[in-house]
């Protein structure tokens, strides 16, 4: 058994999203632009999402994410996420995204 510790989760406030949505917001406004008419267009695929579960592990899983967004993005994606229903190390129910 590895006795290897994960590194420590990292966390960006608010504030530094904001900052860097801001210096970035033509070049968003853009990417969002262009994928509402890929889609529109009938050029793009996203299925539904596949998950990872783990034996023993009920409460965990990880979320994978596929899509395609047209000729011009040149490849597909995949987004992949963890979902653990606990807080780490506290016991306390995980708070789900709405």
């Known amino acids: 058994m590895s006795t ?27 990417v969002v ?6 889609h529109g267009a009938g050029d793009s695929a996203n299925p539904h999402s ?6 023993h592990q009920e409460r965990s899983r990880i ?9 011009r993005s040149r490849s597909p994606a995949t ?7 606990t807080t780490h190390g506290t016991g306390s129910p995980a708070r789900r995204p709405r």
Request: no cysteine.
């Open 4 to 30: 290897l510790a994960p590194p420590p989760p990292t966390v960006i406030g608010a504030g530094d999203i904001a900052a860097a949505t801001d210096r970035h917001r033509t070049e968003l406004v853009e």
């Open 50 to 55: 596949s998950f990872l579960r783990f034996p």
């Open 79 to 85: 987004s992949g996420s963890p979902a653990f229903r």
């Open 63 to 71: 979320i994978s994410l596929p899509a395609y967004l047209g000729a």
């Open 33 to 38: 632009r262009a994928a509402y008419l890929t």
